[in-house]
Nanobody, 128 residues
Framework: QVQLVESGGGLVQAGGSLRLSCAASGRTFSSYAMGWFRQAPGKEREFVARIWANRARTYYADYADSVKGRFTISRDDAKNTVYLQMNSLKPEDTAVYYC??????????????????WGQGTQVTVSS
């Protein structure tokens, strides 16, 4: 049974940092792309970041424009875990953050329907 469990959310002041983790179990995801999405109240779930590796194990990352330069996605395939380091947080970053897996690697995979397994989400609240 595949399971994704996010952790690391919380309350932080604007300008602060948080590091989210997503631990995967039930399958080895080293050949999958891993992504982060977020959903604010009353809004649709939106793409945040994505990471994948090619056959040579060169890693690539894609970011939404709204987080580029502030957030960094990384992964530890030995631990089947993906991370999201969030710096310079803004109140508009407040949302529930979800991790997800995509068996297709590459660019231009930002839609929620591109992803198959999802975690339950972790709340991030940024106060002004």
């Amino acid at each position: 049974q595949v399971q994704l469990v996010e952790s690391g959310g919380g309350l932080v002041q604007a300008g602060g940092s948080l590091r989210l983790s997503c631990a995967a179990s039930g399958r080895t995801f080293s050949s999958y792309a891993m992504g982060w999405f977020r959903q604010a109240p009353g809004k649709e779930r939106e793409f945040v970041a994505r990471i994948w590796a090619n056959r040579a194990r060169t890693y690539y990352a894609d970011y939404a424009d709204s987080v580029k330069g502030r957030f960094t996605i990384s992964r530890d395939d030995a631990k089947n875990t993906v991370y999201l380091q969030m710096n310079s947080l803004k109140p508009e970053d407040t949302a529930v953050y979800y991790c997800a897996t995509d068996r297709v690697t590459g660019w231009d995979r930002r839609g929620v329907y591109d992803y198959d397994y999802w975690g339950q989400g972790t709340q991030v609240t940024v106060s002004s």
